[in-house]
C-alpha cells in the first residue's frame, strides 16, 4: 500500500509543482509520514528530494548564478545542520500528548506538531497573495540562506523561502530557476548527510525499492506535468495544493496520521 500511495503522491507533486510553486517534498513528505516515523520519513523524502533537484539541476544548472548561489547557499549549508540536528533532538522526545478516538490511541510528539505547524504556514502562503508576491531586498541573501537551510534540514520546507529571497536578486527566469535548484540540491546534500548521522544505514537499503520507485515516479510527473502546463492555471492548482496540505497540515499536527 505505500508504494502505491507514495509514488502515486510523487507523480502528481513533480507535476504540481510545475505550476504551484510547491516544492517536492512539500507534498511527498506528507506521504512517507503516513507510513514511516517522522525522523525517517524526513530522510527518505530528502533522497527523493535531491534526486529529483539533480535532474532539474543537469537540464538547467548552466544557468545558475555561482555569487548568489554560494552568498545565499554557503550559510543555508550551515544552518541545515542546525536544523537536522533539532528534528533528531525533538525526535527522541516523548509524545507531548496522548488521546484516544473511534477505539483508536493517536500521540502527538513534538515533530508532527511542528511539522504540522510548517505545512499549516506554507499553505497559508499559497492562499495569500500579499505572501505569494513577497519579495526581500538582495542585501539579505545570506540572513534567507540561514532561513531556508535551517527549515530545509528540520522538515526540507525551503523552497518557499528561498524563492522570496531571490526574486530580487535581478535574475533572468532560467537563472532564478537554476540558481534556486543548486541551492536546494546543497542543502539536500548537507541535510541527507546529517541524517546519516542518525539514521542506520538498513533504513535506507529495507526501503531502497520504494525511494527508486517514488523518484521514477517524480521523473514521470515533471515530464507529464508540462505536456499540461497551458491547460491549466496557476491559481487553481496553488487552491487545490493548498486545500490537500491544510488538512495534512491537521492530521499530522493532531496525530491523526500517526
Not at 514511516?36 to 548552466?62: Q, S, W
Not at 531586498?137 to 535551517?150: A, H, I
Request: with cysteine.
Amino acid at each position: 500500500m505505500e508504494v502505491i500511495v507514495i509514488c502515486l503522491v510523487a507523480l502528481m507533486a513533480s507535476g504540481l509543482t510545475l505550476f504551484s510553486g510547491f516544492g517536492l517534498g512539500t507534498l511527498l513528505l506528507p506521504a512517507f509520514l503516513l507510513f514511516f516515523p517522522a525522523e525517517i520519513a524526513v530522510g527518505l523524502t530528502a533522497i527523493v528530494h535531491l534526486l529529483n533537484n539533480f535532474f532539474k539541476l543537469a537540464v538547467l544548472g548552466k544557468h545558475a548564478n555561482l555569487r548568489i548561489v554560494l552568498r545565499f547557499g554557503a550559510p543555508a549549508v550551515v544552518a541545515a545542520i542546525g536544523g537536522a540536528s533539532l528534528l533528531f533532538l525533538l525526535a527522541e522526545a516523548p509524545p507531548v500528548l496522548r488521546y484516544e478516538l473511534l477505539g483508536r490511541e493517536h500521540a502527538i510528539t513534538s515533530v508532527d506538531f511542528l511539522l504540522g505547524l510548517l505545512i499549516f504556514g506554507f499553505a497559508l502562503v499559497e492562499l495569500i497573495p500579499s505572501l505569494t508576491k513577497l519579495q526581500i531586498d538582495q542585501k539579505y541573501l545570506p540572513m534567507g540562506g540561514v532561513l531556508s537551510g535551517f527549515f530545509g534540514g528540520l522538515s526540507g520546507h525551503q523552497g518557499a523561502l528561498r524563492s522570496a529571497f531571490l526574486l530580487h536578486a535581478g535574475l533572468t527566469k532560467e537563472a532564478f530557476i537554476g540558481t534556486g535548484v543548486a541551492i536546494a540540491c546543497l542543502i539536500d546534500i548537507t541535510r541527507i548527510i546529517s541524517y546519516a548521522n542518525h539514521l542506520a544505514l538498513s533504513a535506507l537499503q529495507e526501503n531502497l525499492a520504494l525511494v527508486s520507485a517514488a523518484t521514477a515516479s517524480a521523473f514521470v510527473g515533471v515530464f507529464v506535468g508540462s505536456r499540461l502546463v497551458k491547460k491549466v492555471t496557476m491559481r487553481t492548482i496553488q487552491l487545490i495544493v493548498a486545500a490537500l496540505l491544510f488538512v495534512v497540515a491537521i492530521g499530522i499536527g493532531s496525530g491523526l496520521f500517526t
